[in-house]
């Protein structure tokens, strides 16, 4: 999560243009809904309540 060493946004990326091309409006909608909602899983499954909770502690290093 980059949230976490600090950074002040983090970018979507190409799904939203995947939502746009298969569903237009309500595809980026959705789409923009479902990041949130993994998100917040993502947040409840760490222990996170909020953005400002989300630290460095909560990354591990890979490998």
Request: hydrophobic share 55%; aromatic share 2%; proline share 3%.
């Amino acid at each position: 999560m980059a949230l976490a060493p600090g950074a002040d946004a983090a970018l979507l990326g190409r799904p939203h243009l995947y939502g746009l091309a298969l569903a237009g409006q309500r595809g980026v909608e959705d789409v923009i809904r479902n990041v949130v909602a993994e998100l917040d899983l993502t947040m409840a499954l760490s222990g996170a309540r909020d953005i400002a909770a989300v630290t460095r502690d909560l990354v591990s290093a890979a490998g």
